[in-house]
């Protein structure tokens, strides 16, 4: 089992580089292409692909100019489907009025008379 938590820096750059390496391929675009859309040298672009470290605003320059732009939402926590301190929370603070039982009108007599 490949498990993403135990790769190194270098490894997870390396794998960043053959994925912005594929990309470009797939789109028919050379370094030197890429680089001239991108803005930035082409010892810049061989570098990101070889994973051997890279600037944020390069990489973002070369993942705009792949249109792959859309990567920076997949860099955000995850949706919360549970979290106990918020039934905590909910537990402490006071009901709502929509939230609120409403007593019987049996109860409300039986009250009345005691």
């Known amino acids: 089992m490949n498990d993403d938590r135990w790769m190194s820096v270098d490894q997870m750059e ?3 580089g053959r994925n912005i390496r594929a ?3 797939a789109q028919d675009l050379s370094q030197s ?3 001239d859309r991108a ?3 082409l010892g810049a672009v061989k570098s990101l692909e070889k994973g051997r470290g890279s600037t944020i605003t390069t990489f973002v320059k070369v993942m705009r100019a792949l249109g792959q732009q859309s990567w920076i ?3 955000r926590p995850p949706s919360r489907a549970f979290n106990p301190l918020d039934l905590l929370a909910a537990q402490e603070r006071p009901p709502r ?3 609120r039982q409403r ?3 049996a ?3 039986e009250e009345r008379r005691g």
């Open 73 to 75: 939402d997949t860099v």
């Open 97 to 99: 009025p929509s939230e």
């Open 14 to 16: 390396e794998r960043l």
């Open 33 to 35: 292409e890429l680089a």
């Open 103 to 105: 007593v019987s009108r």
């Open 107 to 109: 109860r409300r007599s």
């Open 39 to 41: 803005n930035v040298s």
């Open 23 to 25: 990309t470009r391929l």
